[in-house]
């Protein structure tokens, strides 16, 4: 049986969406087919957020940044926006059938007080983790119940 696509969108697609594309692909690639795009891709992935992941085992170095125009004619189940700017401009995509908005602070930008770059991709890469661990565990659970 087919895996339903799963397509994380973030403005730049440089960041957030990289890690939220490798952590699902990395905790739900026996579920879904996952992939990340931008609707303005910067054109590079964050060295941090390369880093950041391969401190907890994943790999994204091979990652690239995508214009979501690329995916409008391909079947996507299932679009999940982690920006509120790509929540803005995210197109209707054929076949569509769930579309999910979970927002996270855009790495860079959110250093806190006495922390650093690091620490701020850090905090918002095991953010993420959590919210796309509930979402794997919430779809494991659902998919069970149907096959009991």
Same mark, same amino acid.
């Given at each position: 049986?087919?895996?339903? *696509?799963?397509? @994380?969108?973030?403005?730049? *697609? ?11 692909? &990395? @905790?739900?690639?026996?579920?879904? #087919? $996952?992939? /990340? !795009?931008? /609707?303005?891709? !910067?054109?590079? $992935? ?8 391969? =401190?907890?085992? @994943?790999?994204?170095? !091979?990652?690239? /940044?995508? &214009?979501?125009?690329? +995916?409008?004619? #391909?079947? $996507?189940?299932?679009? @999940?926006?982690?920006?509120? *700017? ?5 197109? !209707? +995509?054929?076949?569509?059938? *769930? ?5 996270? =602070? ?10 650093? =770059? ?13 919210? +796309?661990?509930? +979402? ?10 149907? &096959? /009991?």
């Amino acid at each position: 049986m087919k895996k339903p *696509n799963v397509l @994380i969108l973030c403005t730049g *697609n440089s960041c957030r969406s990289h890690m939220a594309e490798g952590i699902l692909r &990395h @905790i739900a690639h026996d579920l879904f #087919e $996952v992939r /990340s !795009a931008g /609707s303005d891709p !910067a054109g590079y $992935v964050h060295p941090l957020a390369i880093v950041a992941l391969k =401190e907890i085992g @994943i790999d994204i170095s !091979a990652h690239t /940044s995508k &214009h979501l125009s690329l +995916f409008l004619k #391909e079947q $996507v189940d299932t679009v @999940i926006t982690v920006c509120g *700017n790509a929540d803005a401009a995210c197109p !209707a +995509f054929p076949d569509q059938m *769930n579309r999910h908005h979970w927002v996270f =602070e855009d790495p860079p930008k959110a250093v806190r007080p006495a922390g650093t =770059e690091m620490d701020a991709f850090r905090r918002i890469r095991d953010e993420i983790a959590k919210v +796309f661990g509930a +979402f794997t565990a919430g779809y494991r659970q659902g998919k069970a119940a149907i &096959h /009991s």
